[in-house]
Each structure stands twice: as C-alpha cells, then as structure tokens.
C-alpha cells in the first residue's frame, strides 16, 4: 500500500499549528482554500471574511490584544495586495501579524499567469521579513521562522508566501512529522540575553526622584506588553500623575485619581520629566516637541526598539521591555522610596484641572440633546458599557468625530480594552477588530462605536458577525456622511457637477441596522434617549450580533474632528 501523502497546504496547516497559532483571519480561494480548512483541521480556526481588508485588520489587533502574531491567509494577486492594508497597519501600529498568501504558479511566473504578482516585491516595504518557500520542505521552517520575526524586537508584520506548485507538493507522513520536529526544535531559543539595564535604571529612578513635575505617558507599546502591574504599581507608590495614549487607556484605570487625561495639555506642557513606555514621540505626542511640551522637559523613553530610542534622543533611553523595565525601576525605587503627596503643588494642579475639565466635560453630558449631538448617545453608550462591570467589554472606535468625542468620554479601567484607528489613523478597521476582539476576548462583549463613514469600509462583515454568531454591538453614528455630510460653502458649490452629492455626503438616514436584519442579526433604528438605552439594554444582555443605526445631527461636531488644521 503506498504510504499516506501529506500536501503543501496540509503541512502548513500542521506548521502552523505547531508553532501555536489558535486563529487564523482570511479570504479563500485559489490556491489558499485548501490550506484554511487543513489548517482548521489541525486545530487552527480560520475565520473567513469577505474582504482581506477587514481580515488584515482583524489579524492586527488579535496581535496587538493577545501578543501572539495574528494570521492573515490571503489568495495570490488581487488578494495579497488587499492584504497589504492589514499588513502595513500591523506594521505602522507594532502588532505582530504573518500573512500567508499563495501565489502564481513557480513555473509560469513571469508569463502572466493567473494573478500574478512579485508578491515578495510587494510586501516587502511594510514588513520586517519576506520570504517565499520554493519547495514543500522549506514550510515548516519558514513559518516557525516568519511567526517568531513578527514578535522579535520591535513587534510587526511579516509575510510568507507558498507558490501553487508547492501547495500541491507532496512528501510522506513520516518526512511531514520530521520537518515539523525539527523546526519546532529550531525554534526553542535559548532566552534572550538582556544587556544591562542597571545604568539607565538609576538614572531613570533618579530623574523621577528630583523631579519637580513628573509625568507618566503610558503608550499601547505598554499595553501590549502586559506591564498594567507594574505600571499601576509605579504610580501607586511613587504618587506621579499619567497620562493614557487613546490604546494606552485602562493599563492603570481611568478612574484612577492620578490619571491626567482630563488635563492633559498642563500635564504635557508643564512636566519637567516625563517617561514615556511604550509610546513613540510621534505626531499624537506632538513629537515631545515646544510649543505642546515645554523646551526643557526630559524625557525617559522606554521602548522594546533600539531605533526609536536613537531617534529621538531623549534624555535617558532604555531599551528593554516595557513590564521588565518597569519591574526595575519600581525594585530601584524601593530601596529609596519617594512619593509626591496628593497635596504636592503640581499632583494637586493636574487632579484640580482634571476635576474642573471632567465637572464641565459632564454638565454637557447630562443634557439630553436631541435630535442627537455626538455627546448625548457616547454618555448613554458610555453608562451602558459600566454597567456592564468586569470583566469590560472591548471598545472598538474609529471616524472623526465619534472617535475623538468618544475617546473623551468613553472609559477604560482595564488594559486592551480600547481598539481604535491606531499609529496611521486608519478607517475601515472596525468590524475586523470587533471579529478578531470578539474570538481573542471570549469573556468580554465587544462594543463598536462607529461613524456611519468608517463603518462603511467594512460593513459587509456584518455577515460575518451573524455567521458566527459572535457578542458583537456596532453602534453607528449616523449623521448622513463624512464629517456630517455636505458642509460646502457656496464658492465650493459652483461647476459643472454642483449638482452632484458633495463628496462627503451619504445617502440621508441610510438604513444600516437594515444590513444587519438581512442576515438575520439584529437591526435597531434609534433618535431618542430611551429608543437607545432599550437598544443596548437588549442588544448586551443579548450577547448577539446586532447594528444600532443611531440617527446624528448632521450639523453636530466639526469637520476632520480635531484634525481640521490639516485637512
Ligand atoms: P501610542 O500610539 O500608544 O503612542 P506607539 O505605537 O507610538 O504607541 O508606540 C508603541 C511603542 O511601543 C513602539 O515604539 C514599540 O516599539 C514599543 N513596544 C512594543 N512592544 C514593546 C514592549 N514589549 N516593551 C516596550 N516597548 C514596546
């Protein structure tokens, strides 16, 4: 009897599972459909989704809330470069991803063979690695390999890509078994060998210690890292104000009475140090640059990426990991403890400013403004998600307007709780992170609050929802377009197409929750304060997919959010 073969896209169902992967977000289709359901077989659940745009957003953020790379399996083309949108965001926001496309035969490569595409060629400026198994041998090892580049160092996307011929490569159970061995083998690393942190420790305790006004800035770097405990224990007990990046949010609680997110421009502006984990001094921390900081702050950078320590030059930089480090500068602390008295001038300016900007932030939430503001529905909304209590649900939010005003006003007290639009600001992540939230936080509901123009990029996954019956709650900001629909001036309204719908413009109270009720989930048309608050009372209990379709003034909120300046 001949002995049992085992195919490309078995083996690398089999690799993968090996190399520990649970979920894997994707698209079938030539030649990858085989490979999803051996991967499935092997353990390996694939999601299938109807854009690889969304799938890519799903695998990023399953990377970012698990820290373990999120799979994107994508066909070969067409499919890999809509795989790109995930691939890049992965890499923008430093969430380890692998995407997995099969490509155009070996053989016909280069005579225009069904889609086609130099697709190491094409992946290669968003990721750390690329490369391409040329025979079925090669599998094994290159997914151990691929899988441990996304997390090594700075986390981030890497690509694999398995031609058609050698999908459908076969060799014996036995050579299938040994490959596998041996690159699971290959991949116990010894641990990695840390340099010493000591000098930069002290320093860092040092700084804090003589500081005037020191602050903690706690970036998604922090989160992903898992350093919540250390993190809430260096505020704790050392009395120092912080302050969340937008994912950063819930590593210490925002109820904490040292959070700084209400104050934020006198936290940033006036602290003379500042260590920043986690967090690149990029454009959403104005660069750590006057006139948002003051010229003569110091900053401590801890970041897991020597380069991004070299780049920005800061007073002390200390490369490591965010938990580890932090462990070591509580430990460093400890042996000469100092804590800054809630009455300490600059603890005692933060808490007032927060506490004025929170008292005045809540006068206007408590009006019930209809037609509907943005922030008459988030307070409702925001009410509705604490009361579910612990374990939270996960936010997800993206758009202008609503992400912004929902950053403001929607709380996060436990870590990786918030998923929003990230490093690159980008729209049309929604309902991937919702789908990639709902399996990678199986406790947790998942609760997206979204513009009716970012829920538009994905909103096809609504099916996807419903197909797997996932505790997913998109509430959508209706306000009739981008920004609020058509707010041209009269200059901008001349031509030969002024008769055109502006750009910004949607369909007038388009009927989104009815896209939900085409198949089969829940659908919800609410104006009023009590139409909303019975919607989500029913749709949270009811842990099932459902869209809230919530009707917004269209003339509420700015253009651009609180980008205007450079649209
Ligand atoms: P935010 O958007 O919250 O400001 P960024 O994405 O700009 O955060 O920065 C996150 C930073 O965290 C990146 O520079 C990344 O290198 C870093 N990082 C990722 N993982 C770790 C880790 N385990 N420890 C420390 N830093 C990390």
Request: proline share 7%; hydrophobic share 45%.
């Amino acid at each position: 009897m001949a002995a049992a073969t085992v195919d490309g896209s078995a083996l690398a169902g089999r690799a993968l599972a090996a190399a520990g992967a649970r979920y894997m977000f994707g698209v079938v289709g030539i030649p990858v459909t085989s490979l999803a359901s051996r991967a499935a077989a092997a353990g390996v659940r694939f999601l299938a989704f109807r854009n690889e745009q969304s799938a890519g957003y799903a695998a990023a953020a399953y990377g970012f809330l698990t820290g373990t790379p999120g799979l994107l399996l994508t066909v070969s083309g067409p499919g890999c470069v809509h795989g790109l949108a995930g691939l890049s965001h992965a890499t923008a926001n430093a969430w380890p991803l692998l995407m997995v496309s099969g490509s155009c035969d070996q053989a016909d490569a280069g005579r225009g063979d069904f889609q086609e595409l130099d697709q190491i060629a094409a992946t290669k400026p968003f990721v750390k690695l690329a490369v391409k198994a040329t025979t079925i041998a090669d599998i094994p090892r290159l997914v151990f390999q691929a899988l441990a580049a996304t997390v090594s160092g700075r986390p981030g996307g890497c690509y694999l890509d398995i031609p058609s011929d050698v999908l459908h490569q076969t060799l014996t159970e036995s050579e299938a078994a040994d490959l596998i061995a041996a690159a699971t083998a290959a991949s116990n690393p010894s641990p990695p060998k840390h340099k010493s942190l000591d000098e930069g420790i002290e320093k860092a305790a040092d700084l804090l210690r003589r500081a005037e006004r020191p602050l903690v800035v706690i970036g998604k770097g922090a989160a992903y890292a898992r350093a919540e405990e250390a993190i809430r224990k260096l505020v704790d007990t050392t009395g120092i104000p912080f302050l969340p990046t937008p994912m950063g949010k819930g590593v210490v609680p925002d109820s904490h009475p040292l959070s700084a997110t209400a104050a934020r421009s006198l936290a940033i502006g006036q602290c003379d140090v500042a260590l920043v984990v986690g967090a690149r001094l990029n454009w959403l921390l104005h660069f750590g640059e006057p006139p948002k900081w003051s010229k003569d702050v110091k900053f401590i950078l801890v970041d897991v990426c020597e380069e991004e320590i070299e780049l920005r030059k800061p007073h002390v930089g200390i490369v490591g990991d965010a938990k580890r480090v932090i462990e070591l500068i509580n430990r460093e602390i400890k042996d000469n403890p100092f804590c800054l008295a809630r009455s300490h001038p600059w603890v005692e300016a933060i808490t007032k400013k927060a506490k004025d900007n929170v008292l005045k932030m809540e006068a206007q939430l408590a009006k019930d403004v209809v037609p509907f503001n943005f922030l008459t529905p988030l307070r409702i909304i925001r009410d509705a998600i604490l009361a579910e209590g612990s374990p939270a649900p996960v936010v997800v939010s993206e758009g202008a307007n609503t992400m912004d005003v929902g950053r403001a006003v929607l709380v996060q007290n436990e870590p990786r709780t918030r998923l929003d639009a990230g490093t690159w600001g980008t729209m049309g992540v929604g309902l991937g992170y919702c789908i990639a939230a709902a399996v990678a936080e199986p406790k947790r509901l998942v609760v997206a609050v979204e513009g009716d123009s970012g829920f538009g990029f994905s909103a096809m996954e609504v099916e996807t929802l419903v197909r797997y019956q996932l505790p997913v709650v998109v509430i959508v900001f209706n306000n009739n377009g981008v920004y609020g629909g058509d707010r041209r001036g009269p200059d901008e309204i001349t031509g030969p197409y002024k008769d055109d719908p502006a750009p910004t413009s949607f369909v007038p109270a388009a009927g989104y929750h009815k896209m939900m009720e085409a198949f089969g989930g829940k659908g919800y048309l609410v104006e009023t304060p009590d139409e909303l608050k019975s919607a989500l009372s029913e749709s949270f209990r009811a842990r099932k997919p459902a869209v809230i379709n919530c009707i917004i003034d269209p003339y509420a909120g700015a253009e651009s959010g609180r980008m205007q300046h450079k649209n």
